[in-house]
Nanobody
Framework: QVQLVESGGGLVQPGGSLRLSCVAS????????SGWYRQAPGKERELVAT???????NYADSVKGRFTISRDNAKNTVYLQMNTLIPEDTAVYSC???????????????WGQGTQVTVSS
């Protein structure tokens, strides 16, 4: 089966930087769209950024100019570079991907397990 695994979360001070990675494995033909979501305790999950397989990017207003999403299609990996972090960025960050897989190339949506990002002094 297709699996998404995130890494790179941790504790950082305000103004610091962090890079998250999400690696997809399994029977994969392609990943047309992938992205990052985040959810803080007591708040709704929000979309942070998305990227298509041809490089089209979209960002939430709250992270524009600070975060950069990128892909390495050869490695089935999506990254989220987070700069100038602020306490409001504290949340569990989860990778999401629409994947065409298997012999039928059926498209399905998958989620990673999530990685904790904490921004605090």
């Amino acid at each position: 089966q297709v699996q998404l695994v995130e890494s790179g979360g941790g504790l950082v001070q305000p103004g610091g930087s962090l890079r998250l990675s999400c690696v997809a494995s399994g029977s994969i033909f392609g990943i047309p769209v992938s992205g990052w979501y985040r959810q803080a305790p007591g708040k709704e999950r929000e979309l942070v950024a998305t990227i298509t397989d041809i490089g089209t990017r979209n960002y939430a207003d709250s992270v524009k100019g600070r975060f950069t999403i990128s892909r390495d299609n050869a490695k089935n990996t999506v990254y989220l570079q987070m700069n100038t972090l602020i306490p409001e960025d504290t949340a569990v960050y989860s990778c999401n991907a629409a994947v065409t897989s298997g012999t039928t190339r059926r498209i399905s949506t998958y989620w990673g397990q999530g990685t904790q990002v904490t921004v605090s002094s």
